[in-house]
C-alpha cells in the first residue's frame, strides 16, 4: 500500500484540491492573519513611540521652571501628557477666574477633567484591539468549521468509492486537517499580541494617571496660592 504522493501534501496542493467551502474558510482566515499581523506591528510600534515620547516629554515638563512657557512652546506636541496638561491647564484658568475661589470644586474638576482626558487617550490607542481578540477567540472554530466539512466530504468520497486504502482517505483528511491549523497560525498570534498590548495599555494606563495625580497636586498648590 502507497501512501499520497509528497507533492500532494504540500500546504499549496492541499489548497487547490480542497472543496470550495474548505477553500473559503483557508482564504477567510490567510486574510484575518494578514489583518491581525498589520494591527500588531502598526499598534506595536505606536505604543512603543508614545512611550518614548512621553518619557522624554514628561521629563523636560518636570523640568521646566514657568508651567505656561513650556506648555506654549510645547503643549501642541502628539503626546498624551502634552494633552492632559493641556485638559489640566485649562480647566484651572477656568476655575480661577469664577467667583468665590471654590478650591474643593476646582480640584474635583481638575481630577475630572484629567481622568476624562486619559481615558480618551487610552480609548483612541485600544481601537481595533477587539480585533484581534475576535480573532483569536473564533479562528479557531472557523478552522475547525472547514475541518468537519472536509472531513464528511472526504468520506463521503470514501464511501461512493468503497475504497477505505490510505492513500484515498489520507490526502482529503489533511485537507480538512490544514484548515485547522491555518485557524491556529491566526489563532496563536493574534492571542498573544492581544494580551502583550493590552498589558502595555495597562501600563501607559496607569503611567498618565499618575502624571496626571502628580500634575494635579501642582495646581493644587497653586489653588492655595490663589487663596
Known amino acids: 500500500m502507497t501512501g499520497a504522493p509528497a507533492d500532494m501534501m504540500s500546504p499549496l496542493a492541499l489548497f487547490l484540491h480542497a472543496d470550495v467551502v474548505v477553500k473559503a474558510v483557508m482564504i477567510g482566515l490567510l486574510l484575518a492573519s494578514v489583518w491581525t499581523w498589520g494591527i500588531i506591528i502598526s499598534h506595536a510600534s505606536r505604543l512603543k513611540k508614545i512611550n518614548r515620547d ?5 521629563r523636560d515638563f518636570w523640568a521646566a521652571k514657568d508651567i505656561d512657557a513650556f506648555h506654549q512652546a510645547r503643549g501642541s506636541e ?21 467667583p468665590g475661589n471654590d478650591r474643593s470644586g476646582a480640584r474635583e474638576r481638575l481630577t475630572t477633567v484629567m481622568g476624562a482626558e486619559v481615558e480618551g487617550e487610552l480609548d483612541r490607542l485600544s481601537d481595533r484591539l477587539n480585533i484581534l481578540a475576535t480573532v483569536a477567540s473564533s479562528a479557531p472554530f472557523i478552522g475547525l468549521f472547514g475541518t468537519v466539512w472536509g472531513i464528511m466530504r472526504s468520506f463521503t468520497a470514501i464511501a461512493g468509492a468503497n475504497n477505505t486504502s490510505l492513500a484515498v482517505v489520507a490526502p482529503g483528511i489533511a485537507e480538512a486537517l490544514f484548515a485547522t491549523a491555518i485557524g491556529l497560525f491566526a489563532a496563536i498570534p493574534a ?3 492581544y494580551n502583550r498590548l493590552t498589558h502595555g495599555l495597562d501600563r ?8 496626571a495625580d502628580r500634575f494635579h497636586a501642582t495646581l493644587s498648590r497653586e489653588l492655595e496660592r490663589e487663596g
Open 191 to 193: 492571542l498573544i499580541a
Open 78 to 98: 502628539d503626546v498624551p501628557s502634552a494633552r492632559i496638561v493641556t485638559a489640566g491647564l485649562k480647566e484651572w484658568r477656568r476655575s480661577v477666574a469664577l
Open 204 to 211: 501607559l494606563e496607569a503611567r498618565l494617571n499618575r502624571f
Open 54 to 58: 512621553s518619557s522624554a516629554w514628561e
